[in-house]
């Protein structure tokens, strides 16, 4: 398995990639090739660190980066030499077989979808996320790609999604619900209640609508919703998360005796923050597209990377891609 | 000013719902008049624990009751003489100039808009709620009440949800913010993009586009957005923190040393449980009908009630519909 990590993309770039990829490189006796695409120079200065360096680690320079803050289609269009575009380039050539990068979310997304080619039977490439619950986490399609879905559109991300979930997280008969105001059929929106209907009398172990309640609870496997919808939910709940976990901060810290408390119940807040972290999920894959995309969070450290490059690999060996045109050849009207 | 409350709507109905009640009509010089609707006997019944009851607390009979997980327009158009429908009828008979209720928020939108006309230059009402912040809170229009929207009624939440800011919340200039994935004024759905133009044309203090960062963090003061989002930003704002809450509660509990540590840290916890509890805001207003109707949580209890009936008032004083409709005589094509 050849591996394409944008060097460049991502908070940390490129010293956290270039470590979880060195780790990664070590690591995976499966992954033949890790190629490192970005600015020569800044990346080999980060590779000095390391010794005895894997030959399969390589460097492919790209002189320009999309920045996180960046408008993506355009700057795809118009950054040609940049790490993104490269790194997809090298994939559509053949060169490799999968994209890992912790960049501009939108920029992947567009350089994966202008660049490659869909797969038979999808209308449009959906982002899955990776979102810790109560027991288990979930997957959540699509977490952001677009914007506006016709019911069809969610079809495709349930039977994407429920893919993912069975092969890469391995629930055996994921249980599918689709994001809603509501439990009852007729609740929602117009899209959402078409939707419901097909997923309803589709062969899916469909458990109905589902609202945020029933998602935190860990009553489904994949939720699924537009990209709008999805990606309110994502940054809601990162929100709250981290308003909560700043005021809680706040108000233990207020005087002696709460941070004498806060002390002697460290531990209780230390495996809240590791169970929390997204570094253990490393990345949500674009799902629907003719080759292996994965996207990690722009805050990515090295053990992040290194797992998103694990997903990468993992997505190749299950053959993610096949069984989704497999599925997708025959659809509801 | 005479209220109409729905004696038997929500979770601690009619017990909690009597009591705020009853502590409203002692405290409220303005109210001249409370009606409690609902179940004679047991209305009485929760009131014989009261002494020396004012004369303005009456009763008025209601033979039904709307659950809270009934399907709302049916469950309204079925039970005629259900406390919820009757309270309706006594403000649309001018027996009563506003209507509070801690029950189905379906049914209370439901009963307001079939009995009751809308106010002149809004397509739909909308439900206004009041969500904790960072340093204070914000209005989140819509919440519920409409799932398709078009960009001309995010228009109208905007202009209600400014004068509710403005007139009850006391914000002399209310930035209002649309709920959006990403602040560009090109992201979006089809329906928020268009939105957001007519938002910037108008002479609102309109921030631009807002993702829930920018909520918790306080950028606005009203967001809006059409109500199958919001209520998704509600639910999920409510949804992830109740699992920390119970998540902390449950860490901190696991061994002696832990629960030491939060005995020590206990005031920390008082205070956040205090800020995040919803009792202190009452209710939500449906906004955009001829006469004031406030919806309280389901889990309302006696302070909550009374904080309901308090904005019920308020809303009659400052005169909201009349501003609401003054504002929208004139509306962008």
């Not at 990590?5 to 470590?19: C, S, T």
């Not at 994209?99 to 994966?112: E, K």
């Not at 945020?212 to 990209?227: F, Q």
């Not at 807040?269 to 570094?279: C, G």
Request: charged share 25%.
């Amino acid at each position: 398995m050849r591996i394409a990590v944008d060097a460049m993309g991502g908070d940390f770039a490129p010293r956290e990639v270039v470590a979880g990829s060195v780790r990664a490189a070590r690591d995976m006796k499966d992954v033949t090739s890790l190629v490192l695409v970005g600015d020569e120079h800044a990346v080999r200065g980060e590779l000095e660190g390391f010794k005895g360096l894997p030959d399969k680690l390589t460097v492919h320079h790209a002189s320009e980066v999309v920045e996180m803050g960046e408008a993506p289609a355009g700057a795809v269009r118009r950054k040609k030499d940049s790490s993104i575009s490269r790194a997809a380039d090298l994939v559509k050539q053949g060169e490799a077989d999968a994209l890992f990068t912790a960049g501009n979310t939108g920029a992947a997304v567009a350089a994966a979808s202008l660049k490659w080619r869909r797969l038979a039977g999808v209308d449009r490439p959906a982002i899955a996320t990776v979102i810790p619950s109560r027991d288990r986490p979930f997957v959540l399609i699509d977490a952001g790609a677009n914007t506006d879905c016709t019911p069809r559109m969610l079809y495709q991300f349930a039977v994407m999604g429920r893919i993912y979930s069975r092969e890469i997280l391995g629930r055996p008969d994921p249980r599918v619900g689709l994001v809603s105001i509501g439990e009852e059929e007729a609740k929602g929106n117009e899209t959402t209640r078409t939707a419901h209907r097909i997923l309803k009398d589709s062969p899916m172990n469909f458990v109905g609508n589902v609202e945020s309640r029933d998602l935190y609870e860990g009553r489904v496997d994949v939720a699924v919703s537009d990209g709008f919808v999805g990606n309110v939910v994502l940054k809601t709940s990162e929100s709250v998360a981290h308003f909560f976990a700043r005021w809680i901060r706040d108000e233990l810290s207020r005087n002696w005796l709460r941070k004498a408390g806060a002390l002697l119940a460290r531990g209780a807040f230390v495996t809240m923050k590791k169970r929390l972290s997204s570094d253990a999920y490393g990345g949500a894959p674009l799902l629907g597209v003719r080759n292996i995309c994965i996207i990690g969070h722009g805050s990515s450290n090295a053990r992040a990377v290194y797992n998103g490059i694990r997903v990468a690999q993992e997505a190749i060996r299950h053959e993610v891609n096949h069984l989704i045109e497999d599925e997708l050849k025959e659809q509801p009207e």
